[in-house]
């Protein structure tokens, strides 16, 4: 039960994944079709910065997100690349800004229009959140979960297999001791004549009985 547990929660962590990366990978192109976007604010404008801050950790968690799904060989390393995809979101921008400096890998600044359903400084507020800070802390939130089930499926499995190991030992040792302890061909002969002959006067007393 706890193994199908592992893996039930092992393949949902790796869905949440896989969404997530693909959220944070085009949101910046979808996004301005309902007015939640950074400039530019147009549907699938390509520039340096969407690929480097937002397409490239995206497809890196999706990724990630894909192996955790698919094998448990591999879910550890899918887990460990979901985890640098989220932790690019959340560093990303302030380390291209210092780093990279005129090189124009910006994100942009995010956009508040006048007909939003939030106001303008809360608008802002959301989409910093939705486009990097708070979607890499939920991807490296949800990652560090899918690697814990990794490292305690492991555990669980070395440790009932090395038990069943030593089941095994203790029952051959036992089965040996017992067959050494009974007398020597026990089970496999019977006493002679066992079966084909009768007591002495069986015959005369069977004969007797007819007579009488």
Known sequence: MASKALAYRGRLIGVLLML????GALVPFVGPYFGYAYTPDRAWTYTTGRLWLSVVPGAAVFLGGLLVLASDRVAGRGAFLAVLGGMWFVVG?????FALAG??????????????????????????????YGLGVLIV????????????????ARRY????????????QMAAAYYQSQPSGYGQTQPSGYGQTQPS???QAQHFGQVY
Do not use: C, H, K
Not at 93 to 97: G, H
Not at 112 to 125: E, W
Not at 161 to 172: E, F, M, S
């Open 20 to 23: 997530l990366g693909g959220w």
């Open 161 to 172: 297999g090395a038990r069943l190991d030593q089941l095994a030992a203790d029952y051959d």
């Open 103 to 132: 090189r124009g890998i910006t994100p942009g600044s995010p956009v508040a229009r006048p007909n939003a359903y939030a106001g303008g400084a809360t608008m802002r507020f959301l989409e910093q959140l939705g486009f990097f």
């Open 141 to 156: 939130f949800f990652a560090a979960v899918g690697l814990g089930e990794v490292v305690v499926a492991r555990l669980a």
């Open 93 to 97: 921008l302030p380390v291209t800004a």
């Open 201 to 203: 006067g069986y015959d």
